[in-house]
């Protein structure tokens, strides 16, 4: 079936300015859709000869509806068979190594890519990318954006989603691609006289009237028109006299699915057999499998499959067998009788799994077996739903959850299975779905043990998705119970700790935190002691005992080295990052935030990468790098978003609130707000010092002190108990300070000094909290003196924005500073800070000296960190590698290179090589 | 021209509904046609049609009402319609067709002349064309020929020759015509040779009609029943164990149309096995009227002309084409006519056919709300009354608006003349001059008509119980039982009524 490429001149002509690009160096993507049958994977073809006369590589995969079933199996398939001799991805035809370990081997095809691309500029088609696995999904997901700046071109090819599959992976994918409104390449049905000259080759003659009349009745889809002809000319409906086609039936097929039935019929009984039975593969089959189905010997088939292959079969490119259109294939098995159906997908999932395919094909078949069937799939299911859980979760889900009805009400086994499913959602952040499903459970009565790991399992499921108060109420009920195992409990005691923490409970936290590990340690449970310890840690930063932070999560770290595996996969690292931070200890902090990292990406903890980069913002910050605060934040929310993590997503929308509004982008910083607001709306909770007063600096700075304040009464009411906020931003007492007096409160004025002081004398070692007292209870009494004491402890805490900030305040008591702290925004990129003392020193009649600038760098559009990874990538570096030698993420990297490519107007990694080398000379 | 071409006066495209009605509509005015049919046999779509009474008054001139309603069901059996939320529940709302024995004594009680004299009828598709064909086959003035199909048409200025092709003996032929009647369906071979086009009146609404058998739902309740749960549509209990499902379907839905099974299943939790899905009808849906019917000699009527989204619905109004071209074209073949009586088809069906179209999307509105309103589980007395608010759903008799009865355009007022016949019957094929007067006041008239040769029965009907709603003393009546004229005496100026009559009065309105 492969018809010319008729009425396409549009797309094609888009199509080939595409690939002319990618042949250039620009890399990007695109996504065609139109109904099955439009005519996508046709225009395909001529793409991939476009690109073979580029001298374009091509990796592409026709996906198909069990690629679902296999984790990663449509990007694998697709780079596995690149038409390019390259070694880049050799390794993907070892067996399966996605299954041990998925995220190391998302990292792995990464670096294979920029290999690849590096030798050559790479296209990769997936076509039927609604079929997509989850695994490559989520491969996609994440390698569309790292290689941005890599001349790598996607193409997807996708159908429109009905009621029933969109959700599914691959439409999620299109939709996530699409969401910013980018318009798809659509492809629209063929015009009269396209389907007239397809009517005619199909025909292989002229035709007339009647038949152009008839073939409008498929409104221009090809693949509907060309299985009625067929049809009719099977059936002799169709004849051709004088070199002229006529439609002359009086029987007359009146679908699609009547038109394949009147085709399959022309054909002799053994060969029709042979189609029905290899209908229910789903999947491109080898002709030793339908052998083995049909229980023919290889030598009777082959004649078949010829008969059969002149209008149903086509080879693929490894030569086994597929449909020609997935459409056909469906229709075919559509009009096998369920007995039959059910015989034989029984022994199609006898033969997938003697072949060692993926389990979750092996269920899919079993599961369409009929009702014994359905046992055998749960089974297969649960025999590996670890595995199961970190590659396929979704796919795996979707079988349970057709299963369960199967399973009747009163299995005792019932319960366990719907808690397993509970389970698998979770993993795939169907949260919706668990929480509903989790609930039938709990009302149908479950025994204890079950009911609290259904109920750990949703608790775990909320927080992930940041419905903390579900979280508490769903550990409650299970906790309610006193007789569930011990390190159950601990494990339930640990989620409750962080979600109380964000709940503002930190008395409850943290006596959660401590049973946590009082139950956890003896069972053995040193994954929710180590999760509790670092929930301790929280509420101890949150309440300011910032010693007693740094303690706890330096025991959980330790407890985590000793004891590896689960307590391990905590990465408590990250709170020991974050203590370290608040009390100055920078270079510790970064040191521990590095080796951190290694881990989380080694053990491929794809949870902790927004946290990760939450506390690397938090460490930028303070160290007054604004613009690599940004950046970094802003890879952590697109990482957070790509997990739907949304609880993280606040914590990084609020720093990258707060940076905007230091950097002078109000604007930017009302998106920012806008998305927390939504986020909020959906039910996603916040601590105040994240959010709340991140809105508040946006409100002060566009001029609305009252407003702002209205804001934070809670907050300041609130301080002595919690005053996180100085710890993280020691600069912000006195700004509050500030805000309280300008807008006539001077009792809250006295609260926040009153705090400051509190937790300075908690944390008598902490220059930043003592300086933040000084600050703070200068600027309520106007003391100079004070003043420019917090000045000096600034200055050793080494935060220059907190010193800027009280130089500047000392200058308008008549101190000096107004130079030393315009140099230093300058530095820190604090634009609206940079403004404001420019403006008091014009006033003052003082020329603002230029600050003393240094030698002029090359680039100069570019931030210093954005430079550094400008000459690594023109130094030919890939982003992997530019990562590990600039010790950032590659999140960041991509991000940088983002900005740099619209700072300096490149698209391609060439142009930014050329560009470095002329500007920055020899860089080697 | 070559010489061996066959010549009639009409030829006629396609042997369904619309194809045997203007056949017999020609030959009832003494016109002989030749009938082409690419099909031997009835199409193997067993939908169930419900011809309504205005339509079978229609049929009844034609003598074809005995004939059919041998092939009908049951006429002592009601329709019910059921709105449910599931299949498997129970009804929220019941509405119940009578069956055509009650309402046929319930018409015979009403005197305003709204009844339609014929009760509806309710016939499968199949057994309809079946009994068509047989009446085409034994009437000697058509000329059926099955298995022929017309694949050009070239027109000229004062004939039609198309080409045909006889699929049994692979012989071409060439048909001369004086006129060409393009009733060959939805994908018309004849529209698209004139190069007539279609216009869209609206989105689509894309569905399937799936033909199954299932002896568990057809027996689930007493009486043949049209089942409606979440915008699908069953209708079981007319034919056996067969049943018909009309689902729709999204734009975005398309690839359910590769399994059927599967999607009924999803749409009404009917299990059954594919092996028992008889025939899938796909159907796009687009509500379209032709933009022109008429390309000089080549006429189109029924589905070549225009198409609704739920097919059936535009019975009545196909049944309309077939007599309204028929008799226009017998006229014009017979001489007594010109071109201003044919350019009246197209003025008044083209406008019933969006008058269809509105009346479609009004109904449905009220469908949907429905289909909600059930959905969120309404009351049944709330349902009811949406149902009674609404435009008709289902209207068995399409007499029209009783206020119309007997206005220029509409149907005259039936009544039963005193020795007990229907005023109806007494109608002539052609023109009929109703008078009432004693003194056959409208003579002159019928005169003048006739020195034109224009065929007008005299119809002297002085002291008739005519109902309140008759509208003159003398009315003059076509031949599809419309009044064009009516008055208390003869006019002044003969020649102006009969010009009115047999040409494109732009007010003409019909409603049949």
């Known amino acids: ?924 | 021209m070559p010489p061996s071409a066959l010549r009639t006066p009409v030829l006629v495209a396609g042997a369904g509904v619309v194809g045997s009605l203007t056949a017999l509509e020609l030959a009832h005015h003494g016109v002989p046609s030749m009938v082409v049919e690419r099909a031997d046999r009835p199409a193997r779509i067993p939908d169930l049609l419900l011809i309504n009474g205005r339509s079978m008054e229609l049929l009844r001139r034609l003598d074809l009402t005995r004939d059919l309603r041998a092939a009908g069901l049951d006429p002592d059996c009601p329709l019910d319609f059921l709105w449910s939320a599931g299949i498997d529940r129970p009804p929220a709302l019941q509405w119940r067709l009578p069956p055509v024995a009650t309402l046929r004594q319930a018409y015979a009680s009403t005197t305003d002349g709204t009844a339609p004299i014929e009760p509806y009828l309710l016939i499968s598709s199949p057994g309809l064309i079946g009994r068509l064909r047989r009446a085409l086959r034994g009437h000697p003035l058509i000329d059926l020929r099955t298995r022929w199909t017309l694949t050009e048409v070239e027109a000229e200025a004062d004939t039609v020759t198309a080409t045909v092709l006889d699929a049994e003996a692979g012989a071409r032929h060439f048909v001369e015509a004086g006129y060409l009647a393009g009733c060959d369906g939805a994908d018309s071979t004849v529209r698209r040779c004139a190069g007539l086009t279609l216009e869209e009146l609206g989105p689509p609404a894309p569905h399937l009609i799936l033909h199954f058998r299932s002896p568990t739902l057809a027996a689930r309740w007493a009486n043949p029943t049209v089942a409606v749960t979440g915008g699908t549509t069953v209708i079981t209990g007319h034919d056996g164990d067969r049943c018909v499902a009309y689902v729709p379907l999204t734009a975005d839905e398309q690839a359910a149309l590769a399994n059927p099974a599967d999607l009924l299943q999803d749409r009404l939790g009917v299990a059954e096995d594919p092996s028992r899905i008889v025939t899938v009808v796909q159907r796009a849906g687009v509500p379209s009227v032709a933009r022109s019917y008429r390309r000089g000699r080549v006429f189109l009527a029924g589905q070549a002309a225009h198409q609704v989204e739920t097919p059936g619905d535009d019975l009545a109004t196909c049944i309309g084409d077939a007599v309204g071209l028929g008799w226009r074209l017998a006229a014009a073949v017979h001489g007594w006519a010109g071109d201003r009586l044919l350019a009246g088809y197209q003025t008044e069906r083209r406008r019933q056919a969006l008058a269809d179209r509105e009346h479609a999307v009004r109904r449905r509105a009220t469908r949907l709300r429905l289909q909600r309103l059930v959905e969120s589980g309404v009351d049944g007395a709330a349902l009811a009354a949406v149902l009674r608010n609404g435009p008709a759903q289902l209207d068995p008799a399409g007499t029209g608006p009783a206020e119309l009865a007997g206005v220029a355009g509409y149907r005259p007022p039936a009544f039963r003349l005193t020795g007990g016949g229907q005023f109806f019957d007494r109608l002539g094929p052609q023109f009929t001059l109703v008078d009432l007067t004693v003194g056959q006041d409208g003579y002159p008239l019928v005169k003048a008509a006739r020195t034109r040769g224009i065929p007008v029965r005299h119809l002297p009907l002085a002291g008739a119980p005519t109902p309140a709603a008759w509208s003159g003393r003398l009315v003059l009546i076509r031949p599809d039982q419309v009044v064009v004229w009516s008055a208390d005496g003869p006019p002044i100026d003969c020649d102006g009524v009969l010009d009115e009559a047999t040409g494109a009065r732009s007010r003409l309105y019909e409603n049949t």
């Open chain 1, 1 to 924: 079936m492969s018809w010319r490429l008729l009425g396409r001149e549009p797309e094609v002509e888009l199509l080939t300015g595409i690939l002319d690009d990618t042949a250039a160096g620009a890399g990007g993507w695109h996504v065609l859709t139109g109904p099955p049958g439009i005519g996508k994977s046709r225009l395909l073809q001529a793409v991939f000869e476009l690109a073979a006369q580029r001298d374009l590589a091509v990796a592409t995969r026709e996906a198909f509806r069990l690629d679902q079933a296999a984790p990663l199996v449509t990007l694998a398939g697709a780079l596995r068979d690149c038409t390019t001799e390259t070694s880049a991805f050799a390794w993907l035809t070892e067996h399966e190594p996605e299954r041990s370990d998925p995220l190391g081997t998302l990292q792995r095809l990464r670096t294979s890519l920029e290999q690849a691309t590096r030798e050559r500029p790479l296209l990769i088609v997936i076509d039927d990318a609604q079929w997509t696995d989850e695994l490559s999904a989520l491969a996609i997901r994440e390698l569309i954006p790292a290689l941005a700046s890599a001349p790598v071109r996607w193409l997807f090819a996708h159908r429109p989603p009905s009621t029933e599959d969109r959700d599914s992976p691959g439409h999620q994918l299109m939709r996530w691609l699409l969401r910013d409104g980018t318009p798809p390449i659509r492809l629209n049905p063929l015009a009269d006289p396209d389907i007239a000259e397809l009517s005619a080759d199909v025909v292989g003659a002229a035709v007339d009237n009647t038949v152009v009349a008839l073939a409008a009745s498929c409104l221009g889809n090809p693949l509907r028109t060309e299985q009625l002809l067929r049809a009719l000319v099977a059936t002799r409906q169709l004849v051709v006299a004088r070199g002229v086609g006529s439609v002359v039936g009086d029987d007359l097929p009146s679908s699609f699915v009547d038109s394949v039935r009147e085709l399959l019929d022309s054909l002799s009984e053994p060969a029709a057999w042979l189609l029905r039975s290899a209908s229910v593969f789903g999947r491109p089959f080898g002709v030793d499998e339908v052998a083995r189905l049909s229980g023919h010997p290889l030598t009777r088939l082959y004649p078949l499959v010829g008969e059969a292959m002149t209008d149903f079969l086509v080879e693929d490119t490894l030569g086994g067998l597929a449909f020609a259109h997935d459409l056909v294939r469906q229709a075919v098995y559509s009009m096998l009788p369920r007995p039959m159906r059910e015989q034989l997908h029984r022994e199609v999932a006898a033969i997938t799994s003697d072949a060692g395919r993926p389990a979750l094909e092996t269920a899919e078949h079993q599961l369409k077996s009929g009702p014994s069937g359905a046992g055998a799939a749960v089974r297969m299911v649960r025999s590996m739903a670890r595995e199961i859980a970190r590659v396929a979760p979704g796919a795996a889900a979707d079988i349970m959850l057709r299963a369960l009805p199967a399973v009747d009400a009163g299995d005792p086994d019932r319960p366990v299975l719907i808690a397993d499913t509970v389970g698998l959602l979770a993993s795939a952040a169907r949260l919706e779905e668990a929480r509903r499903l989790g609930g039938e459970a709990l009302g149908a009565g479950l025994d204890p043990d079950t009911e609290a790991v259904l109920l750990l399992g949703l608790a775990e499921a909320c927080k992930h998705g940041g419905l903390n108060t579900m979280t508490v109420e769903y550990t409650d009920t299970a906790l309610r119970n006193p007789r569930i195992p011990a390190g159950v409990q601990a494990r339930l005691h640990a989620v409750r700790t962080h979600a109380l923490c964000y709940l503002g409970d930190l008395a409850g936290a943290d006596d959660s935190g401590v049973r946590a590990e009082a139950l956890g340690r003896p069972a053995g449970e040193y994954g929710a002691v180590v999760f509790g310890l670092a929930g301790r840690s929280l509420v101890a930063y949150t309440e300011g005992r910032l010693d007693d932070s740094l303690a706890y999560a330096r025991s959980a770290t330790e407890l985590a080295d000793q004891e590896g595996g689960a307590a391990a996969h905590q990465h408590p690292r990250i709170w020991l990052g974050g203590a370290l931070t608040a009390l100055d200890r920078f270079d510790e902090a970064e040191q521990v935030i590095r080796t951190g990292r290694r881990e989380s990406d080694r053990s491929g903890s794809a949870w902790a990468d927004p946290l990760w980069h939450y506390f690397q913002t938090a460490l930028l910050y303070a160290r007054g790098r604004l613009e690599e605060a940004a950046v970094e934040a802003q890879s952590g929310l697109a990482v957070a978003e790509q997990h739907e993590a949304n609880a993280l997503a606040m914590p990084l929308l609020g720093m990258l609130l707060r940076i905007a509004v230091r950097r002078g982008e109000l604007s930017r910083a009302q998106d920012h707000l806008d998305q927390v607001r939504r986020l909020a709306g959906d039910g996603v909770t916040a601590v105040p010092e994240d959010v709340l007063w991140a809105e508040a600096v946006l409100l002060v700075a566009t001029g609305a002190p009252k407003a702002a304040f209205d804001l934070l009464r809670d907050l300041y009411a609130g301080l002595a108990d919690r005053p996180a906020l100085f710890a993280a931003d020691p600069a912000a007492a006195a700004e509050l300070v500030r805000l309280a007096r300008d807008t006539g409160h001077l009792g809250e004025a006295s609260i926040v000094v009153a705090a400051a002081r509190r937790l300075a004398e908690r944390n008598p070692g902490s220059h930043s909290a003592a300086g933040a007292a000084e600050h703070a209870a200068g600027v309520h009494h106007g003391d100079l003196a004070r003043v420019e004491r917090a000045v000096a402890e600034f200055r050793l805490a080494n935060r220059p924005l907190a010193l800027a900030a009280a130089l500047e305040d000392a200058a308008s008591l008549g101190g000096d500073g107004y130079q030393e702290a315009l140099s230093i925004v300058t530095g820190c990129g604090a634009e609206r800070v940079r403004a404001r003392i420019e403006a008091v020193l014009r006033a003052r009649g003082a020329v603002a000296p230029e600050p003393s600038a240094p030698p002029a760098p090359c680039l100069p559009q570019l931030s210093p960190a954005e430079r550094r990874v400008a000459i690594e990538v023109g130094r030919g570096g890939t982003n992997s590698e530019v990562a590990e030698i600039l010790f950032i993420s590659k999140h960041t990297v991509d991000a940088h290179l983002r900005n740099i490519f619209a700072k300096l107007g490149v698209r391609r990694r060439a142009e930014l090589a050329a560009l470095v080398a002329r500007e920055c000379g020899p860089t080697t």
